[in-house]
């Protein structure tokens, strides 16, 4: 049943506002109060190591935290819908995968951030391309784009395995392990252009098609009688979340868990529709990934692994949501 | 007569003597008893640092197979490396331990890394080939671990490991006195990262017992485990005067005096940011090369403050444990002149 509570989308705002301005604030090195409003307001006083930390540090951290937040949780709320499997996330084609080797491969002979990025954002798309081609040769079914994403998958990471195998134990591999954990430490201005603009563009894509992808979690059939190009839809929205997960993973690591959780978070929360849930699932999982980093970057003297945060949260999140699924059909007491 | 007597003798003796040396048993740092068949002739080492254990003992031609840390291909050796190591082309080896080319190398002793090879040692016993484990992360338990090779690689062995020993010692009690008078806050503070720019050292590390030897005050030894990623908040909270390069990775002191977001930090402001350098063996891990490698540090730290003469140090190490001499060219980068 979709719920029609108004105060819904005025939470979706304050939700990731909120949890933007808190992270600004916080951080290992002790910045007054005072002086971070100063700074965000652009006012004389603080000194230019509290100004460089905050603007320079601090913000395009936290922005990227939102966008990679909100763009893996709209891409695993459309692929669920998509695949109409509630288990699927946007891995599910093998793009992470492909970005994992992309990095991995960079990574073996320099560690700048940019190319690391670039060929991690390459290697995504020639993933998803070779899930595409098994798709036109065989059909874009969902179980043909699924198997097609699994064997893609189980290239890269096979080819991931032989890379690691290679790589200097001293230098590269923990670089390698690192970024697999995912992490957005080393994140800077210069690295965000890509993503604010794949994130600006597909968003409000997703967002645009949420009929679509209501009609789409019905059967081929049925939406083809209610008017759906069903093939092409689904290639398009393909395209689209595989550009956004790219993006995202290319600079962020590969982050799991919120693709997966936060859809059914949201879904718990606003419904299946689409026109809910898909900027549910962006305010969640950009506030979430925001919270997730902070803690990561202030906890302790040394960073968290995104990865793992995400996973230590993820797992129970999901058990309570599995839990809520069988009380709902009565197999729990 | 009496000469038959002294011949058969000695002739019993020597026998006496070839029983008493046909093997013996050391403790590894596994903590297991291992017997091995002496002498020793033929070795593997399968472990990238305990290869240089070996080196030092004078006993480097009897490496059958060979890792060198950091070493894969003979391309990634350097130029001295590959002066020093005749044979490198021929001994190298890389990756996981394979029984097989161990066995067919007719290897009497294999030495490998009691932190990832047990299972590999448990199939070499069984095939009647001892294995000795090594576990080094701290100064005594760099001594501990040349003490072990010693035993097994005959008597004049335990003489250049006492040496080494007595050297490693000499040398950090000369840095010890030289710095007497430096009180706590006089000490410098140093960030040791690591291949790239916010990966750091834990306390645990042996990095942080030689930045200690050398008089130093690793600002990251409340870090506990291996590499630790740290973001720049914290780095600029610790505010180091002196930020040291490992050997290897890409890093270059460039990379962190040229960088608008570390400038605020009190080592970038005076330029004390300096790369290891290294000719054979990184100085940074517990190769017996870290004497060096503290040498080096002091003499980085506190060069108003440090009386002994690095280059003499440096071509003195090369000379009696490498059985090798740099050219001026490498010393020259040793020294940093």
């Given at each position: 049943m979709i719920r029609k509570d108004r105060s819904v989308p005025w939470i979706l705002v304050l939700l990731p506002v909120s949890a933007f301005i808190l992270a600004l604030f916080l951080g290992r090195y002790g910045i007054h109060i005072l002086d971070t409003v100063r700074v965000l307001l652009g006012?004389?006083?603080?000194s230019d190591v509290f100004r460089a930390l905050i603007l320079r540090v601090r913000l395009p951290r936290v922005l990227a935290a939102a966008c990679v937040g909100a763009n893996l949780a709209v891409v695993g709320a459309a692929f669920q819908g998509l695949f109409r499997n509630?288990?699927?996330?946007?891995r599910i084609l093998g793009v992470s995968s492909g970005a994992a080797f992309g990095a991995a491969l960079a990574l073996l002979f320099t560690s700048q951030g940019m190319i690391v990025q670039t060929s991690a954002f390459i290697f995504a798309l020639v993933a998803i391309a070779l899930v595409m081609l098994v798709g036109v040769r065989f059909g874009s079914s969902t179980l043909v784009l699924v198997i097609g994403g699994i064997l893609v998958g189980a290239l890269f990471n096979s080819l991931l395995g032989l890379i690691k195998y290679v790589?200097?134990?001293?230098?590269t591999l923990p670089a390698i392990t690192y970024w697999l954990l995912g992490?957005?430490?080393?994140?800077?201005?210069?690295?965000l252009p890509p993503l604010l603009t794949i994130t600006g563009v597909g968003l409000p894509f997703f967002a645009l098609l949420r009929w679509r992808l209501n009609l789409l979690t019905v059967s081929d059939t049925e939406a083809m009688a209610m008017g759906i190009r069903v093939r092409l839809i689904r290639t398009v929205i393909v395209a689209v979340g595989t550009l956004l997960v790219a993006a995202s993973v290319a600079l962020a690591g590969t982050i799991g868990w919120i693709g997966l959780v936060i859809p059914h978070v949201a879904r718990v929360w606003v419904g299946p529709d689409y026109g809910r849930l898909i900027p549910a699932s962006a305010a969640l999982g950009a506030a979430t990934l925001i919270l997730l980093d902070t803690l990561a970057r202030t906890a302790m003297p040394s960073e968290i692994p995104l990865g793992v945060l995400t996973g230590l949260i993820g797992v129970p999140a999901f058990f309570i949501l599995f839990l809520r699924f069988l009380r709902t059909r009565g197999e729990a007491q | 007569m009496t000469k038959l007597w002294i011949a058969v003798s000695l002739v019993f003796l020597c026998a006496l003597t070839g029983l008493a040396q046909s093997e013996t048993t050391v403790i590894d740092q596994s903590g297991r008893s291992v017997t091995i068949p002496l002498p020793v002739e033929i070795l593997v080492s399968v472990h990238g640092i305990g290869t240089y254990y070996v080196y030092a003992l004078g006993a480097g031609d009897r490496l059958a197979i060979a890792y060198y840390i950091g070493v894969k291909t003979l391309s990634s050796a350097s130029e001295s490396m590959l002066r020093w190591e005749p044979r490198l082309a021929e001994i190298l080896s890389y990756g996981d331990p394979n029984i097989e080319e161990m066995v067919a190398s007719g290897a009497q002793l294999v030495i490998a890394d009691g932190s990832q090879h047990e299972a590999v040692a448990e199939q070499l016993r069984d095939l009647g080939i001892p294995v000795i484990l090594y576990r080094a992360e701290t100064p005594e338990e760099l001594k501990e671990a040349v003490v072990l090779t010693a035993a097994f690689l005959g008597s004049g062995a335990q003489a250049q490991a006492d040496a080494f020993i007595a050297d490693y010692d000499r040398m950090v009690n000369a840095i010890a006195t030289d710095l007497e008078s430096l009180a706590e806050n006089e000490r410098a503070r140093v960030l040791f990262v690591g291949t790239s720019l916010t990966k750091v050292i834990s306390g645990e590390m042996y990095q942080t017992h030689l930045i200690e030897g050398a008089g130093g005050i690793s600002v990251t030894r409340e870090l506990f485990g291996s590499w630790n990623e740290v973001n720049l908040e914290q780095i600029l909270l610790w505010d180091p005067e002196i930020i040291i390069i490992p050997p290897y990775g890409l890093i270059q002191p460039a990379d962190i005096l040229d960088n608008p977001d570390w400038q605020s930090l009190n080592a970038v402001q005076n330029h004390r940011v300096y790369r290891m350098p290294r000719i054979i063996a990184p100085m940074d891990t517990p190769v017996p090369e870290s004497l060096l490698g503290i040498a080096w540090l002091a003499r980085t730290f506190y060069p108003d403050h440090v009386s002994f003469n690095l280059a003499e140090e440096i071509v003195g190490f090369y000379a009696n444990y490498y059985q090798f001499t740099l050219t001026d060219e490498e010393l020259a980068r040793m020294t940093g002149q």
């Amino acid at each position: 049943m979709i719920r029609k509570d108004r105060s819904v989308p005025w939470i979706l705002v304050l939700l990731p506002v909120s949890a933007f301005i808190l992270a600004l604030f916080l951080g290992r090195y002790g910045i007054h109060i005072l002086d971070t409003v100063r700074v965000l307001l652009g006012l004389d006083g603080p000194s230019d190591v509290f100004r460089a930390l905050i603007l320079r540090v601090r913000l395009p951290r936290v922005l990227a935290a939102a966008c990679v937040g909100a763009n893996l949780a709209v891409v695993g709320a459309a692929f669920q819908g998509l695949f109409r499997n509630p288990l699927v996330d946007s891995r599910i084609l093998g793009v992470s995968s492909g970005a994992a080797f992309g990095a991995a491969l960079a990574l073996l002979f320099t560690s700048q951030g940019m190319i690391v990025q670039t060929s991690a954002f390459i290697f995504a798309l020639v993933a998803i391309a070779l899930v595409m081609l098994v798709g036109v040769r065989f059909g874009s079914s969902t179980l043909v784009l699924v198997i097609g994403g699994i064997l893609v998958g189980a290239l890269f990471n096979s080819l991931l395995g032989l890379i690691k195998y290679v790589a200097d134990p001293l230098s590269t591999l923990p670089a390698i392990t690192y970024w697999l954990l995912g992490s957005l430490n080393a994140t800077q201005w210069s690295d965000l252009p890509p993503l604010l603009t794949i994130t600006g563009v597909g968003l409000p894509f997703f967002a645009l098609l949420r009929w679509r992808l209501n009609l789409l979690t019905v059967s081929d059939t049925e939406a083809m009688a209610m008017g759906i190009r069903v093939r092409l839809i689904r290639t398009v929205i393909v395209a689209v979340g595989t550009l956004l997960v790219a993006a995202s993973v290319a600079l962020a690591g590969t982050i799991g868990w919120i693709g997966l959780v936060i859809p059914h978070v949201a879904r718990v929360w606003v419904g299946p529709d689409y026109g809910r849930l898909i900027p549910a699932s962006a305010a969640l999982g950009a506030a979430t990934l925001i919270l997730l980093d902070t803690l990561a970057r202030t906890a302790m003297p040394s960073e968290i692994p995104l990865g793992v945060l995400t996973g230590l949260i993820g797992v129970p999140a999901f058990f309570i949501l599995f839990l809520r699924f069988l009380r709902t059909r009565g197999e729990a007491q | 007569m009496t000469k038959l007597w002294i011949a058969v003798s000695l002739v019993f003796l020597c026998a006496l003597t070839g029983l008493a040396q046909s093997e013996t048993t050391v403790i590894d740092q596994s903590g297991r008893s291992v017997t091995i068949p002496l002498p020793v002739e033929i070795l593997v080492s399968v472990h990238g640092i305990g290869t240089y254990y070996v080196y030092a003992l004078g006993a480097g031609d009897r490496l059958a197979i060979a890792y060198y840390i950091g070493v894969k291909t003979l391309s990634s050796a350097s130029e001295s490396m590959l002066r020093w190591e005749p044979r490198l082309a021929e001994i190298l080896s890389y990756g996981d331990p394979n029984i097989e080319e161990m066995v067919a190398s007719g290897a009497q002793l294999v030495i490998a890394d009691g932190s990832q090879h047990e299972a590999v040692a448990e199939q070499l016993r069984d095939l009647g080939i001892p294995v000795i484990l090594y576990r080094a992360e701290t100064p005594e338990e760099l001594k501990e671990a040349v003490v072990l090779t010693a035993a097994f690689l005959g008597s004049g062995a335990q003489a250049q490991a006492d040496a080494f020993i007595a050297d490693y010692d000499r040398m950090v009690n000369a840095i010890a006195t030289d710095l007497e008078s430096l009180a706590e806050n006089e000490r410098a503070r140093v960030l040791f990262v690591g291949t790239s720019l916010t990966k750091v050292i834990s306390g645990e590390m042996y990095q942080t017992h030689l930045i200690e030897g050398a008089g130093g005050i690793s600002v990251t030894r409340e870090l506990f485990g291996s590499w630790n990623e740290v973001n720049l908040e914290q780095i600029l909270l610790w505010d180091p005067e002196i930020i040291i390069i490992p050997p290897y990775g890409l890093i270059q002191p460039a990379d962190i005096l040229d960088n608008p977001d570390w400038q605020s930090l009190n080592a970038v402001q005076n330029h004390r940011v300096y790369r290891m350098p290294r000719i054979i063996a990184p100085m940074d891990t517990p190769v017996p090369e870290s004497l060096l490698g503290i040498a080096w540090l002091a003499r980085t730290f506190y060069p108003d403050h440090v009386s002994f003469n690095l280059a003499e140090e440096i071509v003195g190490f090369y000379a009696n444990y490498y059985q090798f001499t740099l050219t001026d060219e490498e010393l020259a980068r040793m020294t940093g002149q």
